[in-house]
T-cell receptor, first 115, second 114 residues
Framework: ETGVTQSPTHLIKTRGQQVTLRCSSQSGHNTVSWYQQALGQGPQFIFQYYREEENGRGNFPPRFSGLQFPNYSSELNVNALELDDSALYLC??????????????FGPGTRLTVL | DQQVKQNSPSLSVQEGRISILNCDYTNSMFDYFLWYKKYPAEGPTFLISISSIKDKNEDGRFTVFLNKSAKHLSLHIVPSQPGDSAVYFCAASDSGGSNYKLTFGKGTLLTVNP
């Protein structure tokens, strides 16, 4: 069983640029969430995708957008990068959106540095 | 407004002793709680969870206790091992919501000394 994978591992961008991060969900998982983890903080929920539709969003501006593909992989796009966007971006997957349990399985993350 | 709080940034214990990590929450809609462990350069790894209908859940060396009236949960690790040294995150979710987002605390760095 393949776990959650993310690419790239590290990325350096300059302020104002755009970035795309990628995530492949764990086999059999159709729900993908993205989290931002700033230094010294816990992960913060950005949004979640289920069946290619965004079905939940945290307190992030519209310049954070995403996509989910038919194979359940996902992209996170960030436009007009700001210095505060520097963080570890985590992708997590889970099987479906309902049920008693909400264990989400995380990938290793993409470390984004904005200069 | 931080809805999940881990007030101890760090904890140091001796190998073989008990580690107790604490977590408080403010949102009464939270009904499912999880602990994740995170090593440097890796994503968080699910450790153990508990539903609000229970007050205790055990899995090997790990036990989570939930006190709903106090809005407090704790993770006990017995006996602690050097390999347990990591950052531990408490997380909570509201299953009545539509997206099961996890709300995390800031984490506690556990160091287990040999």
């Amino acid at each position: 069983e393949t776990g959650v994978t993310q690419s790239p591992t590290h990325l350096i961008k300059t302020r104002g640029q755009q970035v795309t991060l990628r995530c492949s969900s764990q086999s059999g998982h159709n729900t993908v969430s993205w989290y931002q983890q700033a230094l010294g903080q816990g992960p913060q929920f950005i949004f979640q995708y289920y069946r290619e539709e965004e079905n939940g969003r945290g307190n992030f501006p519209p310049r954070f957008s995403g996509l989910q593909f038919p194979n359940y992989s996902s992209e996170l796009n960030v436009n007009a990068l700001e210095l505060d966007d520097s963080a570890l971006y985590l992708c997590a997957s889970r099987p479906g959106t309902s049920g008693e349990y909400n264990e989400q399985f995380f990938g290793p993350g993409t470390r984004l540095t904005v200069l | 407004d931080q809805q999940v709080k881990q007030n101890s940034p760090s904890l140091s214990v001796q190998e073989g002793r008990i580690s107790i990590l604490n977590c408080d929450y403010t949102n009464s809609m939270f009904d499912y709680f999880l602990w994740y462990k995170k090593y440097p350069a890796e994503g968080p790894t699910f450790l153990i969870s508990i539903s609000s209908i229970k007050d205790k859940n055990e899995d090997g060396r790990f036990t989570v206790f939930l006190n709903k009236s106090a809005k407090h949960l704790s993770l006990h690790i017995v006996p602690s091992q050097p390999g347990d040294s990591a950052v531990y995150f408490c997380a909570a979710s509201d299953s009545g919501g539509s997206n099961y987002k996890l709300t995390f605390g800031k984490g506690t760095l556990l160091t287990v000394n040999p």
